[in-house]
């Protein structure tokens, strides 16, 4: 069973920096899709930025030019730099990961960011 494990959540000041990282479980295992989703209580899930294996990478607009993905497929891990951060960025962020040739998409159990104004 392949797991996914975020870590690098926390409290930071607007305008500050965090890093979150998602590491998958299975060494022989390079997802064709990994990404970063973040959910509001009441809210849906929403998709924040996601990147293939081989490197495109797609964001939501309200982090564009704040906000990188970033793979490290020998490590199974991807990576979401947060700068910039602003209190409407306050979310629980859930890392999934998805694999064509298996039909499977994964969840993390998820990481709280919290920004304060």
């Known amino acids: 069973q392949v797991q996914l494990v975020e870590s690098g959540g926390g409290l930071v000041q607007a305008g500050g920096s965090l890093r979150l990282s998602c590491v998958a479980s299975?060494?022989?295992?390079?997802?064709?899709?990994m990404g970063w989703y973040r959910q509001t209580p009441g809210e849906q899930r929403e998709l924040v930025a996601e990147?293939?294996?081989?490197?495109?990478?797609n964001y939501a607009d309200s982090v564009k030019g704040r906000f990188t993905i970033s793979r490290d497929n020998a490590k199974n891990m991807v990576y979401l730099q947060m700068n910039s951060l602003k209190p409407e960025d306050t979310a629980v962020y859930y890392c999934?990961?998805?694999?064509?040739?298996?039909?499977?998409?994964?969840w993390g159990q998820g990481t709280q960011v919290t920004v304060s104004s």
């Open positions: 999934k990961a998805v694999i064509y040739a298996l039909d499977w998409s994964g």
């Open positions: 299975r060494s022989i295992f390079n997802p064709n899709i």
């Open positions: 990147a293939t294996s081989p490197g495109i990478t």
